[in-house]
C-alpha cells in the first residue's frame, strides 16, 4: 500500500528548532517531488517548502533562512529542518508527492496543492512559550 507519513512534530519554544520527516512506503521517492504543506484551523493549506527530484528546494518567503529542506532517497525520507521557530509557524504540517516533470515546480507552481498526490495525515508544531 502506497503511503507517506510525517513524524518529528511537538511543542518548542520560540527560536527552538525540530526536524520534521516524510517517509515513503510501497513506492520509491526517488522519481517524486516532495513537497510541506501547513494548515491552520480555518485556514487553507500554505505551501511551505518543496524539494524536486533533482533537488531543487522551494520556500515560501517566510521561512527562507530558517528552514531547510533535504531528501535521502536511500532511507526513502525527505527532511525538513526547522530553525528560529516562531509562533506564527504553529500549524499541522502535511507532506505531499508529485510525480512530474520537475520544470512543472518553477514559478510558484510549487504551492499549488492540487498538483500533489499522496498525502500524509500531517504532525502537530506548536511553537510557544
Known amino acids: 500500500q502506497v503511503h507517506v507519513v510525517e513524524s518529528g512534530g511537538g511543542l518548542v519554544q520560540p527560536g527552538g528548532s525540530l526536524r520534521l520527516s516524510c517517509a515513503a512506503s510501497g513506492f520509491s521517492l526517488d522519481f517524486y517531488a516532495i513537497a510541506w504543506f501547513r494548515q491552520t484551523p480555518g485556514k487553507e493549506h500554505e505551501g511551505v517548502s518543496c524539494i524536486s527530484s533533482d533537488f531543487t528546494p522551494y520556500y515560501v518567503d517566510s521561512v527562507k533562512g530558517r528552514f531547510t529542506i533535504s531528501r535521502d532517497n536511500a532511507k526513502n525520507t525527505v527532511y525538513l529542518q526547522m530553525d528560529n521557530l516562531k509562533p506564527e509557524d504553529t500549524a499541522v504540517y502535511h507532506c505531499?508527492?508529485?510525480?512530474?516533470?520537475?520544470?512543472?515546480?518553477?514559478?510558484?507552481?510549487?504551492?499549488?496543492?492540487?498538483?500533489?498526490?499522496?498525502w500524509g495525515q500531517g504532525t502537530q508544531v506548536t511553537v510557544s512559550s
Open positions: 505531499a508527492t508529485f510525480l512530474g516533470p520537475d520544470h512543472s515546480l518553477s514559478g510558484g507552481n510549487w504551492a499549488r496543492k492540487s498538483l500533489y498526490d499522496f
